[in-house]
């Protein structure tokens, strides 16, 4: 079935160590995103990229960093995790260039950092 | 940077229409207005999406006033699968000023 996969599904961090969550798309969208989720607060975004090669920053883009090497993929890094960090993190995927173009979210991964 | 306004909450139930409005006020020219809809431990799908007047989905009605300052999801006969968080999201031209806002949380009860 076509889709966004996210890995892992779930994962208990120590604070200070790095994480990589892992993001992949079938669909060959060239637009891709990464949100955070907290309760109270909505989905905020990340970071993104418009195509393979290129990111930009979104609303809370600090601690976090991603790349974009193929189209199918992209990971979010977090350095050293800190506890501020624990949250739902949604990849998300759209096929077009503008803002408003339709996207699609994997079913995401949620991280308690300690 | 459009911003968004919803209510946090509504409670409905089963059979019975609702409306969810969205404030947009300083919408911007090319901005379309699009509707998701997330369960519990789900990501956000798209329900609807629209640019003016009124558009009408199998799921959905998106009606939209000349001024576009604002919009109205409206959800038929609603059932308790629909209890869900409902995100209104005004699109603009770059990506990094999507903003989904907190959304508004529909109960829909027996």
């Known amino acids: 079935i076509a889709g966004i996969t996210q890995a892992p599904t779930s994962q208990i961090l120590a604070a200070g160590r790095r994480m990589t969550l892992r993001c992949t798309q079938d669909m060959r969208h060239n637009a891709m995103y990464w949100y955070r989720q907290d309760l109270g607060l909505g989905l905020r975004l990340i970071h993104y990229s418009n195509t393979a090669g290129t990111t930009g920053k979104g609303e809370v883009p600090d601690g976090y960093s991603v790349s974009r090497a193929n189209t199918d993929d992209f990971p979010l890094t977090l350095a050293s995790a800190v506890p501020s960090q624990t949250s739902v993190y949604f990849c998300?995927?759209?096929?077009?260039?503008?803002?408003?173009?339709?996207?699609?979210f994997g079913p995401g991964t949620r991280l308690t950092v300690l | 940077l459009a911003k968004t306004t919803q209510p946090i909450s509504m409670d409905s139930y089963e059979g019975q229409e609702v409306n969810i409005t969205c404030s947009h006020n300083n919408i911007a020219t090319n901005d379309y207005i699009t509707w998701y809809q997330q369960f519990p431990s789900q990501g956000p799908r798209f329900i609807i999406q629209g640019y003016k007047t009124k558009v009408t989905n199998e799921v959905a009605s998106l009606f939209i006033p000349a001024d576009r300052k604002s919009s109205t999801l409206s959800l038929p006969r609603v059932s308790l699968s629909d209890t869900a968080v409902y995100y209104c999201?005004?699109?603009?031209?770059?990506?990094?000023?999507?903003?989904f806002g907190t959304g508004t949380r529909l109960l829909v009860s027996p």
């Open positions: 999201l005004v699109g603009s031209s770059g990506f990094q000023k999507l903003v």
């Open positions: 998300a995927s759209s096929e077009g260039l503008r803002g408003a173009d339709t996207q699609y």
